[in-house]
Every structure is written in C-alpha cells, then in structure tokens.
C-alpha cells in the first residue's frame, strides 16, 4: 500500500519569501503521480502540479515547482515570491499503477501562513 | 469548461432525514469520487466509480448510498446519518484514459459542509 507523509502541521513564511513544503512517499509501484493540491479555507481543492515518477526533469508550474528526488522518495513543493493569497493548506497526494482505479491518496497536510 | 459543480453548498438535516448530495461535471471524465473531510484532516476516499459503475468502496456505512446516473452525475443519499458524519463531502472527477492511470490530476468541487444535528 501506499503512504504520504508530510511532517510540517504547518509552516509560515515572509511575503515575497521562497517556502518548501515537505513530502515523502512510500510504494513498492515503479508507476506512480505525484501531486500537490492547495486547499483554501473556502473548501475547494486546487490542483498544483505534477511529477510522474519516470520524468526526468523536476516539474514546474508558474511560482510552483516540484523538488522530485527518487532514490529518497520526496517531492517537495517550492512556491517562489510567496503571496497573501497563498495561505492554505497544502496537501501532497499520490496515485499508484495498478488494474483499477488509482484514486488519489492524501498526506496529512501543510498549513501556510504568509505574513506581510 | 473544468469544473465540478456540487449541491447544496451547506447542509444541516437530522438524523431521520433522507437527503442527497449532488455533483455534476462536463469535462468528459469517465471516473468520479466521493471524498470525507472532517476538520484538520486530509480527505479519505469513500466511493470511486468508473464508466457509472461503482469499482471502490471503502468500506461505507450503507447509510452512505452512492448513485451514477450517467456519465456526468455522481449522487450520495443519505439516511438515518449520525452527528460524527459531519464533515465536508468532496466529489472529484478525473479522465481515466485506460484502467490504472496515475498521471491525470483529479478536479475537485467547492464540497458540501454538511451538520448532523
């Protein structure tokens, strides 16, 4: 079975700051996705970015990047030029091969605070 | 259009009431979810269903009744619920492009916050 773990209940960071939101994962599965969702207090998840477990080159998307390091199962998130708007909780998620579905299984969270 | 559209935003109902929840997406995705959010928690998966038949089910108290009427409609009724089902109830869609995809991201709708009372 597969695990996320993201150890950091929650993290603040300067407006205009780089922050790393941490995530280890664990599966057995050579194919897997890797994903980032941002959670506002309105409720909604937001789809970030994604880091397929054969890509090569770390993914980005805008001020999000994706650190992906295999041989030590994390993929953290980078958010560049931190913004009020970016308070929230951010949850890293994974989806592993398999015959069936692949729903996507949740890490416990990350709640940012950006101060101005 | 990459929405998913759930009804009603808020529920309050009594733990005799019959209700449901609604989600609708037109994206063209083949796969649906109904997610459990309670406080502080992330979410945990309920029901999954794929081409409008039901292919997980975690272990749902059958109080819990999912419905796929077609290909774009996702239904939970609810009966006879208890105050610890409070909690925010999230659907999701994603395209499933053959069985075991992992690298298609799941939309989410806005959730239902729904009190047992």
């Known amino acids: 079975a597969q695990k996320i773990t993201q150890t950091q209940p929650g993290m603040f960071v300067q407006e205009k700051e780089a922050v790393t939101l941490d995530c280890t994962y664990d599966t057995s599965d050579q194919s897997y996705g890797l994903f980032w969702y941002k959670q506002p207090s309105s409720g909604e998840m937001i789809f970030l970015i994604y880091?397929?477990?054969?890509?090569?080159q770390n993914a980005t998307e805008g001020r999000y990047s994706l650190n992906f390091q295999k041989a030590r199962k994390s993929a953290n998130l980078v958010i560049s030029a931190s913004q009020l708007g970016d308070s929230a909780m951010y949850f890293c998620a994974m989806r592993v091969r398999n015959s069936g579905n692949t729903p996507l299984v949740f890490g416990k969270g990350t709640r940012l605070s950006v101060i101005a | 259009d990459t929405e998913v559209t759930q009804t009603p935003k808020h529920l309050v109902m009594g733990m005799t009431n019959k209700k449901s929840l609604k989600c609708e997406q037109h994206m063209g995705h083949r796969a649906m979810y109904w997610y459990k959010q309670k406080a502080k928690k992330p979410p945990e998966l309920m029901f999954v269903?794929?081409?409008?038949?039901?292919?997980i089910n975690e272990s749902v108290p059958s109080r819990f009744s999912p419905e796929c009427p077609n290909s774009s409609l996702l239904n939970l009724h609810l009966h006879a619920l208890q105050p610890e089902d409070s909690a925010l109830y999230l659907c999701?869609?994603?395209?499933?492009?053959?069985?075991?995809?992992?690298?298609?991201?799941?939309?989410f709708g806005q959730g239902t916050r729904l009190t047992v009372v």
């Open positions: 880091q397929g477990s054969y890509d090569e």
């Open positions: 999701a869609s994603s395209q499933e492009l053959y069985p075991g995809t992992v690298n298609t991201e799941a939309f």
């Open positions: 269903y794929s081409y409008e038949k039901l292919s």
